[in-house]
């Protein structure tokens, strides 16, 4: 019950966001401070023909998280060499779906040796007590295919 609480009181606040205009900078400045990605896990370098990992995990910093109900829309695009598991991620596909800070290991094969990379976009939105604010951040990881 408490959690179903907490879930109606986020989504009041994410559905109230845009009224609170004045502060609407200052709140965004603070919901860009209260996250970081982590991509340690990432297969950085394998031989080609292998296969790796990219490991995206969106760490809340503090008292926030990730809001479980609002979307979550990861876009993923690798060069040629790369060919990945899956390209489009959402709340189903972290390694837990319930985490407040999920995490998505996406498998890939190394097809082509050279500097290869792939390209993700979060769109998501990180939640606090009293805000609710939507994030998006592109992120770049290269790969070394000997």
Same mark, same amino acid.
């Given at each position: 019950?408490?959690?179903?609480?907490?879930? @109606? %009181?986020? &989504?009041? @606040?994410?559905?109230? %966001?845009?009224?609170?205009?004045? +502060?609407?900078?200052?709140?965004?400045?603070?919901?860009?401070? +209260?996250?970081?990605?982590?991509?340690?896990? +990432?297969?950085?370098?394998?031989?080609?023909? #292998?296969?790796?990992? @990219?490991? @995206?995990?969106?760490?809340?910093?503090?008292?926030? !998280?990730? !809001?479980?109900?609002?979307? &979550?829309?990861?876009?993923?695009?690798?060069?040629?060499?790369?060919?990945?598991?899956? %390209?489009? &991620?959402? !709340?189903?596909?972290?390694?837990?779906?319930?985490?407040? %800070?999920?995490?998505?290991?996406?498998?890939? #094969?190394?097809?082509?040796?050279?500097?290869?990379?792939?390209? #993700?976009?979060?769109?998501?939105?990180?939640? +606090?007590?009293?805000?609710?604010?939507?994030?998006?951040?592109?992120?770049? &990881?290269?790969?070394?295919?000997?």
């Amino acid at each position: 019950m408490r959690r179903a609480l907490a879930t @109606l %009181a986020s &989504l009041a @606040l994410l559905a109230a %966001a845009p009224a609170r205009a004045g +502060s609407e900078d200052a709140v965004g400045a603070e919901a860009a401070r +209260s996250w970081r990605l982590v991509t340690e896990g +990432s297969t950085r370098e394998l031989a080609a023909g #292998a296969s790796g990992k @990219l490991v @995206l995990f969106i760490e809340p910093v503090g008292k926030t !998280h990730v !809001h479980p109900k609002a979307p &979550l829309k990861i876009s993923i695009e690798a060069t040629p060499g790369l060919k990945l598991g899956k %390209a489009q &991620l959402g !709340h189903a596909d972290a390694v837990d779906p319930a985490a407040e %800070a999920p995490r998505f290991e996406v498998p890939f #094969a190394a097809t082509a040796a050279g500097a290869q990379q792939a390209k #993700a976009k979060l769109d998501f939105y990180i939640c +606090s007590d009293q805000w609710c604010v939507r994030q998006v951040k592109d992120v770049v &990881l290269a790969v070394n295919v000997k």
